[in-house]
Structures are given as C-alpha cells and as structure tokens.
C-alpha cells in the first residue's frame, strides 16, 4: 500500500527528469520547434519519438492484462469518437501552447523550479480547467 | 526552413523522451492509468470522493523533479520570454483547451499515439498545427514570443 503510494510519486518525478532532459520545460525550445518556417529546431520530435517507442509495448502488454500490477482496473477503453469537442478543444491548447511555449506537464516543473512566470501560467490553467468543468456540468443540468 | 544546430540536441531529446515512456509505461502497468498530465490535474478540478490521492502524489512528483535536477547538478536553462499578458491568454487557453478536448501533449501525444487511438492521433495533429500555426502568425505580425 505504502510502496504503491511512493511509485504514484516516483513516476511522476521520473516523468518529471525526462522532460528536464528532453528539453521540454524550456518554452524558448518548444517554440523553436513549433517554428518550421522560420530557425526550426526539430529536437523535440525525437523527444516524441522516444517516448512513444518505449510506451508503445507497455500499451501492448497492459491491454493482455486482466488488472494492473496493483490490482488496479487497466483504464484503456478509448473514449468516443473525434467530435467537436476534441477538436476544438486541442486547437484551443494549440495556440495556447504556440503563445507561451508551455503545456500542462512542463508548465508543472517549471512551477517546482520556482519560475514565479509559472506560476502565473499555472494559475491561469488552472482557472481555464474549472471554467470548462463548469461550463460543461451547467450545460449538462 | 533552416535547421536551428546552436540549439539542436537530438541525443538528449531521445533520452529524456526515453524516461517520459518509461514513466508512461510503468503509470500504466503498475497504476492501470493513462500519464496524461492535463486529466490528472483535471481530475482535482472537478474532484470525485477517494480520487485525489493518487493525482497528487504524481503531480508532486513532476513538481519535485527539478530539485532532484539541482541535486544531481543538471539544471537547463528555461527561455520564458512571454509577457504577464500572453501568459495569462496562453494558460486560459490551455487549461480550457486540454479540459475540452480531454488531453494534451502526455495524454494524446504521448501515451494516445503509443496506444494508436485515432483520436488521440486527431488531436495531436491540430494541436500541432495551431501551434505552428500560431508561432508563424506571431513572428509575421512581429509580435515575438
């Protein structure tokens, strides 16, 4: 019980390291990235690439699985199909992610680095998150 | 299009994307979830009775990573050149976009390309494409990042 508590915080701060190393707490970086038609910086895709290889198996395994390693139910069921909600949703994130440089897991790490430029953003997601929760539970009733 | 090499770093990029898929792979075969950063934090929003454990300790852990970085005495620098104002516009937008469209750069990105979902691949494409779309609106207006 215990150990699965402090895996829930080792992964994190594994997943944490690996976007230290990859570069993708750095907003200067990822902007250079998104940049193709000017200075591109492509590092960021091998950054993708990485990441998807190694956990393309372990989706493979777990989907053999009849309960996680801690007996947990293995959440793969794919919501449903591309609607609008999807796309504009991630075409929203997009330009947010354009504007700044930072999306969600970055923008957490770099908080924990004590960017105080974080933090606003943070806040800001934050406040967007509930705003979206709150709309949907209001259209919902 | 020209290649930025001052700033390039490919093994780097392989390696560190190398421990966000282990990390993915050991959230999902040892917790059974998805390591989507934006539905973890999510999930805290909107918080449901005997759900919110599980959420912060691995948002704890991504927080205390660049002290383990300090630690180990490897820091990289961050560029945040944006504005208080554009940092604001750019979090509400994130934070509305990801809760609308259920995922971000880990989630859809990440763990939903690895797991071949067509709609983690349609997100990803657009989100992709309006940050490109973006970054190239802001340099030919002159508005710099």
């Known amino acids: 019980m215990t150990m699965r508590r402090i895996s829930e915080f080792l992964i994190g701060l594994v997943f944490g390291v690996g976007l230290l190393l990859s570069g993708m707490t750095d907003p200067g970086k990822v902007i250079g990235f998104l940049d193709i038609g000017g200075l591109w910086d492509p590092s960021l895709a091998f950054v993708m690439g990485g990441a998807v290889v190694i956990s393309f198996f372990a989706f493979r395994i777990a989907r053999g699985w009849p309960a996680s390693l801690y007996g947990r139910v293995i959440m793969l069921t794919d919501g449903k199909a591309i609607d609008l909600r999807l796309v504009l949703g991630s075409a929203l994130f997009g330009i947010g992610w354009g504007l700044s440089g930072f999306c969600p897991g970055p923008a957490l790490v770099s908080l924990g680095a004590g960017e105080w430029k974080a933090f606003v953003f943070v806040a800001a997601m934050g406040i967007g998150m509930a705003l979206e929760a709150y709309l949907e539970r209001r259209s919902q009733t | ?145």
């Open chain 2, 1 to 145: 299009m020209s290649i930025d090499f001052v700033h390039f770093s490919p093994f780097s990029a392989i390696f560190g994307g190398a421990l966000i898929g282990l990390a993915a792979a050991l959230f999902i075969l040892a917790h059974g979830r998805i390591m989507g950063v934006s539905g973890i934090l999510g999930g805290l929003v909107r918080p449901l009775k005997g759900d919110w454990g599980w959420r912060t300790r691995f948002l704890a852990g991504l927080i205390a990573a660049p002290l383990l970085a300090r630690l180990a005495g490897f820091m990289p620098e961050a560029r945040i050149d944006s504005s208080l104002i554009v940092l604001v516009i750019a979090g509400l937008l994130v934070g509305f976009g990801t809760s609308l469209g259920s995922g971000c750069t880990s989630g859809h990105g990440v763990c939903g390309i690895a797991r071949l979902s067509p709609r983690s691949i349609t997100a990803t494409l657009i989100f992709m494409a309006f940050g490109i779309a973006t970054v190239w609106a802001m340099r030919v207006i002159g508005w710099g990042p």
